[in-house]
């Protein structure tokens, strides 16, 4: 990844800071490996995508200073929406993307307003493993919370059906270098099999299957 995406990321954050956003999102997805230098030492994480995913856990009672979309006005990002789902989304002039995420609920609609933020979230499901599966970093002088290498990990796993082969192999590659940096560590291997302990019967086969095909020597289900 090019140092002006990491540049850019970087000027997110404190837009997001500088404005109580960063207390109301998760970073997931790919980008969130991006912070585990701060808590692996020698990591050197891999990303390939430009867009940033923020999960909202949250919807509703959120308190900010400006919304999204007033926030990044002045690092050059408008703000697009998708007009057959209504989902919305940030887009700088390099290219750069960022989504806004929560939980599906039960009406399984696609999207969720959320006025306070100015943003129309997509519905997803296997997000809720991030309520509590999230580490604080300090970042630029920033708190950001960001997904626990654990259940970075476990969502990938859970979701890996529904991903096209190239992500499903760029996530695989990643799943691998993230976990070689967790079993290093007691406390986030003791977060893994806790995750696992806690899935239920159908995500649990998801796991068991998602080991087995891909000849992974990850913990066995006990």
Partial sequence: MKIDYEDKLQSVIKAFGD?????????????ATYFYVKIFDGYIPSIRTLDLDCYIPKTKNIRVIKS??????????DQI??????????????????????KLKRDKSQIVKVDS???????????????????EVDFEGYSVKVASPSAY???KILISKKRSEDKYNKDLESIILVYEEVKKNKQHMAD????????????????????????????SLE
């Fill in 117 to 135: 933020l100015g943003v129309n979230a997509e519905q997803l499901g296997n997000l809720d493993i991030f309520n509590e599966g999230y580490i």
């Fill in 68 to 77: 999204v979309g007033e926030a990044l006005k002045p690092i050059n990002f």
């Fill in 153 to 155: 990990i476990m969502q």
């Fill in 192 to 219: 893994f099999k806790s995750i696992i302990a806690s899935l239920g019967k159908n995500t649990k086969k998801r796991y068991k299957n998602y080991i087995y095909d891909n000849n992974l020597e990850f913990p």
């Fill in 19 to 31: 404005n109580g956003i960063l207390d109301n999102i998760i970073i997931i997805g790919s980008w």
């Fill in 81 to 102: 929406f998708d007009y057959m789902t209504e989902k919305s989304k940030f887009i700088s002039p390099e290219g750069f993307e960022i989504e806004f995420l929560a």
